[in-house]
């Protein structure tokens, strides 16, 4: 079953205004990554992260994998309408124990115009 | 659009039949995996299969089976099937090494009535 948990589960926000979400395991990853779905399609990736502490930025998008690699958030900044649908953090160990994902329950966000 | 091509989109079927999903991975990619996304599970893990072989298995039911072609395509096979079986499920692909983002296709709805 889920390792992740993510949080929050659902946020109702205006355009314009900052998201912040995060995901927290009881076990170590060695990549983290955050999805986003669109209804009727599948996630698609938006930022992946490959070291502890590390920092990474895709446009309004701004990602980190925390210290203790238990942990990661994602910040959305100056949310636009295209921004609605619902962000999975994933986890992957990587190594023998394989490059498969385990996935938190997703943050559905809604953008108000 | 990813790269990994799923078909059909959907599928409607009745109890006890058996259907086939298919799955055609981004081009160079060795790896496939299967995920099922069902409204109260999230997406969960199915299998691996890398280069034809079985890499790693999830919680895939023993009436669920799935193969990966000489040309690396995939299918994953559901027989006997339950009303509980309804979901979304999703394949994704990725490149050789244990820490390769995935990448998903817009995966195939069934719907068992």
């Known amino acids: 079953g889920q390792q992740l948990n993510q949080s929050p589960q659902s946020m109702f926000i205006q355009e314009g205004e900052d998201v912040s979400m995060n995901c927290t395991s009881s076990?170590?990853?060695?990549?983290w990554l955050w999805y986003k779905q669109d209804p009727g399609e599948g996630p698609v990736l938006l930022i992946a992260?490959?070291?502890?502490?590390e920092l990474t930025s895709n446009g309004r998008l701004t990602a980190q994998f925390g210290i203790t690699r238990k942990d990661s958030f994602l910040n959305i900044s100056a949310s636009i309408p295209s921004d609605v649908g619902i962000y999975f953090c994933?986890?992957?160990?990587?190594?023998?124990?394989?490059?498969?994902?385990?996935f938190g329950e997703g943050t559905q966000l809604t953008v108000n115009p | 659009d990813s790269g990994v091509t799923q078909t059909p989109k959907h599928l409607i079927t009745a109890t006890g039949q058996r259907v086939t999903l298919r799955c055609s991975p981004r081009s160079g990619d060795l790896s496939v995996y299967w995920y099922q996304q069902s409204l109260d599970q999230g997406l969960q893990f199915l299998i691996q299969?890398?280069?034809?072989?079985?890499?790693a298995k999830g919680n895939i039911l023993e009436r669920f089976s799935a193969q990966q072609f000489p040309d690396l395509h995939s299918e994953l096979n559901l027989s006997s099937l339950e009303l509980g079986d309804s979901a979304l499920y999703f394949c994704?692909?990725?490149?050789?090494?244990?820490?390769?983002?995935?990448?998903f296709g817009n995966g195939t709805r069934l719907t068992v009535t």
């Open positions: 992260l490959y070291k502890a502490g």
């Open positions: 994704a692909s990725s490149v050789v090494g244990s820490n390769s983002p995935l990448h």
């Open positions: 299969y890398y280069n034809g072989e079985e890499r």
């Open positions: 994933a986890g992957q160990k990587g190594g023998t124990s394989g490059s498969r994902l385990t």
């Open positions: 076990s170590i990853f060695n990549t």
